[in-house]
Nanobody, 123 residues
Framework: QVQLVESGGGLVQAGGSLRLSCSALGIFFRINRMGWYRQSPGNQRELVATISNGGNTNYADSVKGRFTISRDNANNRVDLQMSNLRPEDTADYYC?????????????????WGQGTQVAVSS
């Protein structure tokens, strides 16, 4: 019921910056936590950063001080500003949203994932 549309990936040199954006489309009652995860070949998907609908943030230690997650609740969008990128940041980045749907009687928790956007950092 929620589709996440990502944009902003690409190729950048080490030390450069990229900004990822993700918009949530569809029918839902409320979006709670949104975030970004990444997965590189041969590795498990890992958390990069999350943000609550109140603005509380959480970052992986490897990106603290370099990445900033932000959110526009009015437009159901989450952004990830990535600075001082390193070759080890190369991965497919996935947007994630935890949201609620309701039938006016019961409320259900759901999780949505984006299709992924590639980030490649050259040394």
């Amino acid at each position: 019921q929620v589709q996440l549309v990502e944009s902003g990936g690409g190729l950048v040199q080490a030390g450069g910056s990229l900004r990822l954006s993700c918009s949530a489309l569809g029918i839902f009652f409320r979006i709670n936590r949104m975030g970004w995860y990444r997965q590189s070949p041969g590795n498990q998907r890992e958390l990069v950063a999350t943000i609550s609908n109140g603005g509380n943030t959480n970052y992986a230690d490897s990106v603290k001080g370099r990445f900033t997650i932000s959110r526009d609740n009015a437009n159901n969008r989450v952004d990830l500003q990535m600075s001082n990128l390193r070759p080890e940041d190369t991965a497919d980045y996935y947007c994630n949203a935890n949201y609620l749907v309701t039938n006016n009687t019961l409320t259900y928790n759901r999780v949505a994932w984006g299709q992924g956007t590639q980030v490649a950092v050259s040394s």
